[in-house]
């Protein structure tokens, strides 16, 4: 093939790959612009400042996330310590929706009585999406944030 035509081809297949270029006009800053705006933040997790325990050692915890599309199922994890932070109690996890808008989470869950008083205590919360690779499963951390919350009765 003579070295006109192979160039000639290769710059053909390239414009073929390569997407139409958006055309240079100014959009206004709207509505729609700002909701794309915020969803460049694909990856976030928050930690309200209040917990709450009831008597019988049930544990709520809350907050927000903000995730993006994801490969497999996305969870909000949470653990609470008080005390000796190497004890941690896992409370619940929920289900994450990843559209790119900020959700709210709550998670509950009952820890043994008395193992947690109303007070100060360390809140962590975890954005995790189990990716499908192979047979099983992965988990891979999306967004963590530590938060230090007042547990209160009721």
Excluded at 10 to 24: D, H, I, K
Aim: hydrophobic share 40%; proline share 8%; with cysteine.
């Amino acid at each position: 093939m003579p070295v006109r035509s192979l160039a000639l081809a290769t710059a053909v297949g390239a414009a073929l790959l390569l997407p139409a270029a958006p055309a240079a006009t100014a959009a206004p800053h709207d509505a729609t612009t700002a909701t794309r705006d915020a969803r460049h933040v694909t990856k976030s997790v928050t930690v309200d400042p209040t917990g709450r325990l009831a008597a019988d050692g049930t544990v709520t915890l809350s907050g927000t996330y903000r995730c993006t599309a994801a490969t497999g199922p996305v969870f909000v994890a949470s653990s609470v310590s008080q005390g000796d932070p190497s004890v941690r109690y896992g409370i619940g996890g929920s289900f994450a929706v990843c559209d790119g808008l900020e959700h709210r989470w709550v998670n509950r869950d009952t820890t043994p009585v008395n193992a947690l008083k109303p007070g100060a205590a360390r809140v962590e919360a975890t954005l995790l999406e189990l990716r499908p690779l192979g047979i099983l499963p992965l988990p891979s951390l999306l967004a963590r944030q530590g938060q230090d919350v007042t547990l209160v009765q009721g």
